[in-house]
């Protein structure tokens, strides 16, 4: 069982930079690929980033490529989230996600991950 909670969410402007934080607990950490998604009020949970479970492999959606990075420290048990240039668009609830990629599976999509935080709210005023 691993628990997840998300912190480092707040009010920015645009063009502004925030960063997240993942902390989690239990055994497993370093095992797992770890993630963050995003929901805007009246539109579907996305992709947003993920990194596997060394860090040595990241992956990114178009819309935040260039201006975020993923990174994790498995000896603090922590993922981050480092979000800069930031707009409007990316005002969402941002939720970091735990699992395993086995054969066949896919870091971009919800069902790879079986462990979620409760999210933190991001809001880019323009």
């Known amino acids: 069982q691993v628990q997840l909670v998300e912190s480092g969410g707040g009010l920015v402007q645009a063009g502004g930079s925030l960063r997240l934080s993942c902390a989690a607990s239990g055994r497993s950490f370093s095992s797992y690929a770890m993630a963050w998604f995003r929901q805007a009020p009246g539109k579907e949970r996305e992709f947003v980033a993920a990194?596997?479970?060394?860090?040595?492999?990241?992956h990114y959606a178009g819309a935040v490529k260039g201006r975020f990075t993923i990174s994790r420290d498995n000896a603090k048990n922590t993922v981050y989230l480092q979000m800069s240039s930031l707009k409007p668009e990316d005002t969402a609830v941002y939720y970091c996600a735990a699992g395993p990629i086995l054969f066949g599976s896919s870091y971009y999509t919800e069902k790879t991950y079986i462990y979620w935080g409760q999210g933190t709210q991001v809001t880019v005023s323009s």
């Open positions: 990194i596997n479970w060394s860090g040595g492999t990241t």
